[in-house]
């Protein structure tokens, strides 16, 4: 099930992810997020495994849920039920310390564009566009979009994406900060491997509490976040990363991080 709808490969410590459902648009059916759920624990519990790539197949990222799950069960248990898988999947990837990156081959609509949001990284191919797609079926946008979007734009283009329900091309997802970069569409899946590559062979530790003091700030005083951040790299100085790259740039070569 899992190779079939989830091709899952591992290049140079990048655990990539490929959302293979060309007939429903990618959409996240129940076998989806079932397969995503079982490779995010993958993800956060190898250690080997330092950067998270999630793209689609196609011309399509993620059109979003799958209408036919979301009709077969609309009673207040079954929903929960449903979005308990979901919420399982986005709090460990939220969570862990270690980077992701979401390459946006095509389409991300709904649940799509929550799913893209995820990444630390947002690359976007020249084609590739951008819709809250909720107003369409009448139900709350979720995933933690409502969470990550105005964090990410701002409340007032977020709610002028959620209520105007527009399509948000790649140049302006890229001007209104929804992306960090746009590819060309030739190659596109190679770039962002490669992008990913070069994180994987970053400083794992230093990446993973970087990437868990950003998620903090929101909610901590500077006081509290200083003292974090003191904390935070006082564990830093005893890694072995850090003794190599002091060793690297004593010696004017390139490191060779290990991730401890």
Same mark, same amino acid.
Do not use: W
């Given at each position: ?104 081959? $095509?389409?991300? +609509?709904?649940? *799509? /564009?929550?799913? %893209? @949001? &995820? ?82 062979? $970053?400083?794992? +530790?230093?990446? *993973? /509490?970087?990437? %868990? @003091? &950003? ?46």
């Amino acid at each position: 099930m899992t190779q079939t709808i989830l091709d899952a490969q591992v290049i140079d410590g990048v655990l990539q992810l490929q959302l293979r459902a060309p007939e429903v648009r990618n959409a996240l059916s129940a076998e989806m997020k079932q397969a995503l759920h079982a490779q995010a624990r993958r993800f956060v519990d190898d250690d080997s495994l330092r950067c998270l790539l999630i793209t689609g197949c196609d011309a399509v990222f993620c059109a979003g849920g799958d209408l036919r799950t979301m009709q077969s069960d609309r009673s207040t248990v079954g929903v929960r039920r449903r979005m308990a898988l979901t919420h399982a999947s986005i709090r460990l990837l939220a969570e862990c310390e270690k980077p992701i990156v979401t390459a946006i081959n $095509g389409a991300a +609509v709904g649940a *799509g /564009l929550s799913l %893209a @949001l &995820m990444g630390d990284v947002v690359v976007a191919a020249e084609d590739a566009y951008f819709m809250a797609g909720f107003a369409n079926v009448g139900v709350l946008p979720d995933m933690g979009l409502l969470y990550h979007l105005p964090r990410t734009v701002g409340r007032v283009q977020a709610s002028d994406l959620l209520l105007s329900n527009r399509r948000v091309p790649a140049p302006e997802a890229l001007a209104l900060g929804l992306v960090s970069r746009v590819l060309p569409q030739a190659g596109f899946l190679e770039q962002a491997l490669e992008l990913a590559r070069g994180i994987a062979a $970053g400083p794992g +530790v230093s990446f *993973g /509490l970087a990437r %868990a @003091l &950003m998620a903090g700030s929101y909610k901590d005083s500077f006081s509290e976040f200083l003292l974090k951040e003191s904390l935070a790299q006082a564990v830093v100085f005893g890694t072995d990363d850090f003794a190599e790259g002091v060793s690297a740039f004593g010696a004017k070569r390139k490191p060779r991080f290990t991730g401890r």
